[in-house]
């Protein structure tokens, strides 16, 4: 009789439980970050035609170091015969702060400030691996940062740091061809062949990589 009183007192609980779940998993930086990163998959899909910019998603490239274990990742890579794009998601609230320059940039949101890397430095990286994986001069790979939440930048950001679908009228003020169709292709191919398989197992190296970085950091 005690068990059935139990259950009987916290059954009006158990649908409470899935939705503090669910709202943690919402507020985690993983959940805001496959969000971000899928509003640009969306509006690449319908802004950038993909036979002129090649989409390639969520990209794990290994070191150009062999002696290195860790992996570089990438959100987004747009190959075009007018470059090579990466895109580097952010899907922050509140105002932004921040310059080219500056290592460090900084989120407030209400009454608090967080700070958070330069997301152009952040995408450099990403560049650097690129040229090296498909030795092509640096000028033809481009970065791109986008601002998918609703922030506000509060001071002057360069051009290639946009919000929205901005990134996508930035990708398509290049106009000078600088590859072939044929050059894209191969480019395309090479990206593929390389990258690590998506996964579980892969994003864990990944992790444990960035851990391994901080720490050499502190010491």
Not at 157 to 163: A, D, L, S
Request: proline share 5%.
């Amino acid at each position: 009789m005690l068990q059935l009183d139990l259950i009987q007192i916290f059954k009006p609980l158990l649908w409470v439980i899935p939705i503090i779940v669910l709202i943690g998993i919402a507020k985690s930086p993983w959940f805001k970050a496959i969000i971000g990163e899928s509003m640009v998959k969306l509006v690449a899909k319908i802004r950038l035609p993909a036979d002129t910019y090649v989409p390639i998603h969520d990209v794990t490239l290994p070191s150009i170091h062999a002696a290195s274990s860790d992996t570089t990742q990438i959100d987004h890579i747009f190959v075009s015969k007018y470059g090579i794009f990466v895109v580097e998601t952010k899907n922050y609230k509140g105002w932004i702060f921040g310059s080219e320059k500056q290592a460090q940039w900084t989120q407030k949101l209400y009454k608090k400030s967080y700070r958070f890397q330069n997301p152009l430095r952040q995408n450099y990286k990403h560049q650097k691996a690129l040229q090296a994986l498909l030795d092509i001069p640096l000028d033809k790979i481009h970065s791109v940062i986008a601002f998918m939440g609703e922030a506000t930048f509060k001071t002057p950001m360069p051009k290639n740091v946009t919000r929205g679908g901005g990134y996508v009228s930035y990708i398509k003020s290049f106009r000078d061809v600088v590859f072939s169709d044929d050059e894209v292709r191969g480019l395309v191919s090479k990206i593929e062949e390389v990258r690590l398989k998506a996964g579980r197992e892969t994003n864990k190296k990944h992790v444990a990589g960035l851990k391994a970085r901080s720490k050499t950091l502190a010491s």
